[in-house]
């Protein structure tokens, strides 16, 4: 899988990682928990509340950014004036409220289960802390990595390759030495800048 000219994707999870990286660097949303549809309806119902319609074609495609961001966009896009930190607490509730529903991605919480102890892994996510924990406990994940990004630990966020890129710091991994598994086009993207092979889950999304 080659990162010297575009995004590397594979619809294949390879046997034994280990055996060509040296670290595994998973984001959470999406990758290895079930969570985009309850976030859809979380954005929907609290962006509705403030006269912003979000449609689902264009929340998935902005999979990976920060709540923050997302907001400012569709209020300058709608001219809608929105309080951006207030309506971002309101959806990340509305999405805690729903956790008990949320279900892991069997495949890859599998490739996690099974290099344990083998290599180290890191969690690199776009979401905030509280809710990335709050997932992991719920798939049985919360006790595993070795280190947790998330979007308050960097200034830039995806597609930018921080996140990927201080995951590896964190790991004490050179970049190259890494592979990202993602399940979004922004996601993608980072992984490529970052200079890491990544791997595409979404074939691996349970229907």
């Given amino acids: 899988m080659s990162t010297n000219t575009e995004p590397s994707l594979t619809t294949e999870l390879l046997a034994n990682y280990a055996e060509r990286y040296d670290g595994l660097i998973f984001d959470c949303d999406g990758t290895l928990s079930h969570s985009m549809p309850l976030h859809y309806i979380a954005w929907r119902d609290t962006m509705a509340r403030y006269g912003i319609e979000f449609l689902e074609d264009r929340f998935y495609s902005m999979g990976g950014m ?5 907001i400012a966009i569709l209020s300058q896009e709608q001219n809608v004036s929105v309080p951006t ?9 509305a999405f805690a409220d729903q956790i008990l529903d949320l279900m892991p991605v069997t495949a890859i919480v599998e490739v996690v289960r099974q290099h344990v102890g083998r290599l ?5 996510s776009g979401g905030i802390r509280p ?6 406990q719920q ?7 070795a280190a947790i990004v998330t979007a308050e630990d960097t200034e830039r966020h ?5 996140v990927f890129l ?3 710091r964190r790991l004490n991994i050179p970049p190259e030495r890494c592979i990202v598994f993602e399940d979004s086009p922004l996601g993608f993207t980072a992984a ?9 889950v979404r074939p691996f999304h349970q229907k």
């Fill in 66 to 70: 920060p709540s923050e961001q997302i």
């Fill in 85 to 93: 930190d207030q309506a971002a607490a309101e959806k990340e509730a």
């Fill in 120 to 124: 180290p892994m890191s969690v690199a």
């Fill in 131 to 136: 809710i990335i924990d709050q997932q992991l």
């Fill in 139 to 145: 798939i049985g994940l919360d006790s595993i990595f």
């Fill in 158 to 162: 995806k597609p930018e390759p921080d």
């Fill in 166 to 168: 201080e995951a590896a």
């Fill in 192 to 200: 490529f800048r970052a200079g890491m092979d990544c791997v595409d």
